[in-house]
């Protein structure tokens, strides 16, 4: 078992940024990869962003290609999304996911989450 819980959200003004962190604890983190999801009003939860277990490849949904950035540290068991120029659209819970695995070419997410920490972009 893994537990996730993530920070960083609020309410910023369009092309603003935000850091999400999500920290982990319980099972050996460095065995997982990372993933960041989100879920906006109405719609089912999306792929954001995953890394893998050494940090040295990411991926990210196009949507957010070149404006998001994922990294970690597993040193301190911590997973960041920084969130550069944000959009209106990118309005949503963004939640952290432990065990992501590619599938179809996409990304499923496992049934490791954290509660969500909340994006709002608007002027």
């Known amino acids: 078992q893994v537990q996730l819980v993530e920070s960083g959200g609020g309410l910023v003004q369009p092309g603003g940024s935000l850091r999400l962190s999500c920290a982990a604890s319980?099972?050996?983190?460095?065995?997982?990869?990372m993933g960041w999801f989100r879920q906006a009003p109405g719609r089912e939860r999306e792929f954001v962003s995953t890394?893998?277990?050494?940090?040295?490849?990411?991926y990210y949904a196009d949507s957010v290609k070149g404006r998001f950035t994922i990294s970690r540290d597993n040193g301190a068991n911590t997973v960041y999304l920084q969130m550069n120029n944000l959009k209106p659209e990118d309005t949503a819970m963004y939640y952290c996911?432990?065990?992501?695995?590619?599938?179809?070419?996409?990304?499923?997410?496992?049934?490791?989450w954290g509660q969500g920490t909340q994006v709002t972009v608007s002027s």
């Open positions: 890394i893998s277990w050494s940090g040295d490849s990411t």
């Open positions: 996911n432990a065990g992501a695995e590619q599938s179809g070419g996409t990304w499923r997410a496992s049934r490791f």
């Open positions: 319980g099972r050996t983190f460095n065995d997982y990869t």
